[in-house]
């Protein structure tokens, strides 16, 4: 209808003028070996995390500027979709919550950025979110990566489901008292996104997780469709189409930002 269109066009429609402007901006370029890690404890650390010492950068200048481009506009899109008044799809007191998810989430470092107050605009905001990558990638992320992430003054926690042993609930405690004031969850989910979406979502869904169709939820492919087979890709998109039929009364709001060169 004309009110989910003009919704979904407030979502759109920054990501075009964030992609623009970040691409004419300046992007710095290593021309000699390769900065030194990231200082342990920031989320910076984690785009480094994979780095060897003495590598060479061979990443030109051009292909600075496109990831830089596509990390603000995807940023952008999510901030758009977060600003927006939206309503959940059933009585519950979810009005308030959001839903993000990372499909083929790698290393993003999204939800740490937004966590530790790195993301304007994202401020005050309920979110779910939830990552979703192969299990072997997930594991790496919840038992390593993530640590070398936590800022100073903050202890990393994460718990794995046993039920399936590919998926973990995290989470950052202060350290001084062992409290976590962020009312956002974080979650962790090891899935090869080859494999069906129906399972996808079922494990979503599963209580561990508590995935809810019925809240308004914003689902970002960056840089994934590419590395997945024609019919893999072709079945996850049409599942992601399916759920966003605003005909359906059952699921809340649903957008899909999605990068592929």
């Given at each position: 209808d004309n009110n989910f269109a003009a919704q979904a066009a407030a979502?759109?429609?920054?990501?075009?003028?964030?992609?623009?402007?970040?691409?004419?901006?300046?992007?710095?370029?290593e021309t000699g070996p390769a900065a030194p890690e990231a200082t342990a404890g920031t989320p910076a650390a984690?785009?480094?995390?994979?780095?060897?010492?003495?590598?060479?950068?061979?990443?030109?200048?051009?292909?600075?500027?496109?990831?830089?481009?596509?990390?603000?506009?995807?940023?952008?899109?999510?901030n758009a979709f977060l600003s927006l008044s939206l309503e959940v799809a059933d009585a519950s007191n979810n009005k308030d919550r959001r839903q993000v998810v990372i499909l083929g989430a790698g290393r993003d470092t999204t939800y740490l950025r937004y966590r530790f107050g790195y993301l304007t605009g994202f401020e005050g905001k309920e979110i779910d979110w939830f990552e979703v990558d192969h299990p072997f990638v997930i594991e790496q992320k919840a038992k390593s990566w993530l640590k070398k992430c936590t800022p100073e003054g903050y202890v990393y926690n994460s718990k794995m489901n046993v039920a399936t042993g590919d998926s973990y609930r995290a989470s950052f405690s202060k350290q001084q008292d062992g409290t976590d004031t962020n009312s956002s969850s974080y979650h962790l989910v090891g899935h090869d996104l080859r494999s069906s979406p129906d399972s996808l979502f079922r494990k979503l869904s599963d209580p561990f997780h508590g995935y809810n169709r019925a809240i308004p939820t914003i689902f970002v492919l960056e840089c994934v469709i590419m590395y997945l087979p024609d019919k893999a890709s072709w079945n996850l998109l049409q599942y992601l189409a399916r759920i966003s039929n605003c005909n359906n009364k059952n699921d809340a709001f649903v957008a899909v930002a999605l990068y592929d060169p």
């Amino acid at each position: 209808d004309n009110n989910f269109a003009a919704q979904a066009a407030a979502v759109a429609r920054p990501v075009a003028e964030a992609a623009e402007h970040a691409a004419a901006q300046p992007v710095a370029v290593e021309t000699g070996p390769a900065a030194p890690e990231a200082t342990a404890g920031t989320p910076a650390a984690a785009t480094a995390a994979g780095r060897r010492n003495g590598a060479t950068s061979m990443m030109e200048p051009i292909i600075r500027k496109g990831t830089h481009a596509r990390v603000c506009a995807i940023d952008k899109a999510i901030n758009a979709f977060l600003s927006l008044s939206l309503e959940v799809a059933d009585a519950s007191n979810n009005k308030d919550r959001r839903q993000v998810v990372i499909l083929g989430a790698g290393r993003d470092t999204t939800y740490l950025r937004y966590r530790f107050g790195y993301l304007t605009g994202f401020e005050g905001k309920e979110i779910d979110w939830f990552e979703v990558d192969h299990p072997f990638v997930i594991e790496q992320k919840a038992k390593s990566w993530l640590k070398k992430c936590t800022p100073e003054g903050y202890v990393y926690n994460s718990k794995m489901n046993v039920a399936t042993g590919d998926s973990y609930r995290a989470s950052f405690s202060k350290q001084q008292d062992g409290t976590d004031t962020n009312s956002s969850s974080y979650h962790l989910v090891g899935h090869d996104l080859r494999s069906s979406p129906d399972s996808l979502f079922r494990k979503l869904s599963d209580p561990f997780h508590g995935y809810n169709r019925a809240i308004p939820t914003i689902f970002v492919l960056e840089c994934v469709i590419m590395y997945l087979p024609d019919k893999a890709s072709w079945n996850l998109l049409q599942y992601l189409a399916r759920i966003s039929n605003c005909n359906n009364k059952n699921d809340a709001f649903v957008a899909v930002a999605l990068y592929d060169p």
